[in-house]
């Protein structure tokens, strides 16, 4: 059973000694992007926990609902219910948007399969997931994707993909590893964890190589005619 009121991040502005720093600041990057050139009018965040990413959103949007299977510890969730059992309309927002939640649905297929049924034809997801991240939130951890996994899941649901961009490369993986690798008492002090991340965050755009990446963020679209 899922914990009720569980803990779960409240923003996306994170500082430099965060001991996630390297994986968020990436997929925020990511996020920040997709959602500046695809995001509009009515937005559903499936797995919106918190809502931390609301304020990406500000007036590019009309309105912003937020679903997920359990409440959140601030009691953001507008629509308590499975990813891929959501009662609501179909073809009824222009945006469905959801983040390092597919992982842990069981039927991810019909999370995105009711992702099509809710969009209005035109509309877009922006989807985002990991491929490499330690085990969490047990037991519902159930898969990583890679870029030719999240192609090939989205046009199976009926999107044309548009988009599947890695969030980091090699370095910043390699990075939060090593912070990943020691309990979170056991690690550096604030100020070395910061020089940590800005070294490797530097690394990682010095010498970008995707071919490992911490997460992918996916764009695609619900055809104009289906």
Request: proline share 6%; net charge neutral.
């Amino acid at each position: 059973m899922r914990q009720e009121n569980a803990q779960r991040l409240e923003s996306y502005k994170i500082k430099k000694s965060f001991y996630y720093y390297l994986e968020h600041h990436f997929l925020i990057e990511g996020l920040k992007k997709a959602i500046n050139s695809f995001a509009q009018g009515d937005v559903i965040d499936i797995g919106c926990g918190n809502k931390p990413y609301l304020g990406m959103f500000e007036n590019r949007i009309n309105s912003y609902t937020g679903c997920d299977i359990i409440q959140s510890s601030e009691n953001c969730v507008d629509v308590i219910c499975p990813a891929q059992q959501i009662p609501l309309p179909d073809a009824s927002y222009d945006t469905v948007f959801s983040t390092q939640t597919i992982e842990h649905v069981g039927d991810f297929q019909g999370m995105l399969n009711e992702s099509f049924r809710l969009l209005k034809p035109g509309g877009h997801i922006i989807v985002s997931g990991p491929m490499y991240w330690p085990l969490h939130e047990e037991p519902y951890d159930y898969f990583r994707f890679t870029k030719h996994g999240f192609k090939f899941a989205l046009e199976n649901s009926g999107f044309e993909v548009l988009e599947v961009n890695p969030n980091g490369g090699k370095w910043a993986l390699f990075g939060q590893t090593i912070l990943l690798t020691f309990p979170v008492w056991l690690t550096f002090p604030r100020f070395l964890r910061t020089a940590h991340n800005l070294f490797y965050s530097w690394l990682d755009k010095k010498f970008f190589d995707p071919v490992n990446t911490m997460n992918y963020v996916a764009v695609a679209r619900k055809p104009k005619h289906t």
